[in-house]
C-alpha cells in the first residue's frame, strides 16, 4: 500500500523560512517530487529528489532520506505568491520500461502573512 | 507552458448526462497520464497511456469512464451517467524527462 503523509495546513511570515515536511511508506520507490499548485490551478513542478540529500534551486530546496521515508520542502525568502498547496509525491515504476506512477499526498496549504 | 493544452477548462454538467474531455500535448510524448481531483485532495492516478496502448487503469475508473488515444497524440476521457461524485479537476499529465509529469491546466467539472 501507499501512504504518505504531510501537515495539513501552515502559516508563516513573508520573509522568512517554511519547512514543509513529508513522510511516506510505499511499496516501490523511484523518487520523490514537489509540486506547488495555487488556487484553482493545476500542480506545478518545482523539484525531485532521487538521491539521498539536499537539492537546492533557488529560494526552493528539497531533502531526501530513503531509509527514513523522509523529505522535506524548504522555502526561504517567503513571498505572497508562495501561498499555495505543496503537494508530496512518491515515484513508483510500472511495469513498463520508463513508465511510473504518481502517488501524491493531501497537499501542504501554506499561507503566507504579511 | 507545460506544453499540454486540455479542453474545456470548466463544464458543469447534470447529473446523468456524458461528458468528454481531451487533452493535447504539444508536441508528441509517448507517456500521458489521466489523474482526478477532488477538493482537500491531492491528485489521484485514474489510466496512464504509452503512446496509443493504455496500460494501466485504476479501480477509481468504474466502467462508467473511458479513455482513448487514438493516434498516439491527443487522448479524450469520457463520463457517462454523470453523478455528483463525478466533480472533481480532471487532469492530464506528460512525461518528460526521467519520470517527471508535467499537468496541463486541467478540465474542472462540476456536477449538478
Known amino acids: 500500500g501507499q501512504n504518505i503523509d504531510q501537515p495539513t495546513e501552515m502559516t508563516a511570515t513573508e520573509g522568512a523560512i517554511v519547512q514543509i515536511n513529508c513522510t511516506y511508506q510505499t511499496s516501490g520507490f523511484n523518487g520523490l517530487f514537489w509540486y506547488q499548485q495555487h488556487a484553482g490551478e493545476a500542480p506545478t513542478f518545482l523539484s525531485y529528489n532521487v538521491l539521498d540529500g539536499l537539492e537546492e534551486k533557488g529560494r526552493f530546496s528539497s531533502f531526501l532520506s530513503r531509509s527514513k521515508g523522509y523529505s522535506y520542502l524548504l522555502l526561504k525568502e517567503l513571498q505572497m505568491k508562495d501561498s499555495a498547496s505543496y503537494l508530496c509525491a512518491v515515484s513508483r515504476p510500472y511495469s513498463g520500461a520508463g513508465s511510473y506512477q504518481l502517488t501524491f499526498g493531501k497537499g501542504t496549504k501554506l499561507s503566507v502573512i504579511p | ?112
Request: with cysteine.
Open chain 2, 1 to 112: 507552458d507545460t506544453g499540454v493544452s486540455q479542453d474545456p477548462r470548466h463544464k458543469i454538467t447534470k447529473r446523468g448526462q456524458n461528458v468528454t474531455f481531451r487533452c493535447d500535448p504539444i508536441s508528441e510524448h509517448n507517456r500521458l497520464y489521466w489523474y482526478r481531483q477532488t477538493l482537500g485532495q491531492g491528485p489521484e492516478f485514474l489510466t496512464y497511456f504509452q503512446n496509443e496502448a493504455q496500460l494501466e487503469k485504476s479501480r477509481l475508473l468504474s466502467d462508467r469512464f473511458s479513455a482513448e488515444r487514438p493516434k498516439g497524440s491527443f487522448s479524450t476521457l469520457e463520463i457517462q451517467r454523470t453523478e455528483q461524485g463525478d466533480s472533481a479537476m480532471y487532469l492530464c499529465a506528460i512525461q518528460l524527462r526521467a519520470d517527471t509529469q508535467y499537468f496541463g491546466p486541467g478540465t474542472r467539472l462540476t456536477v449538478l
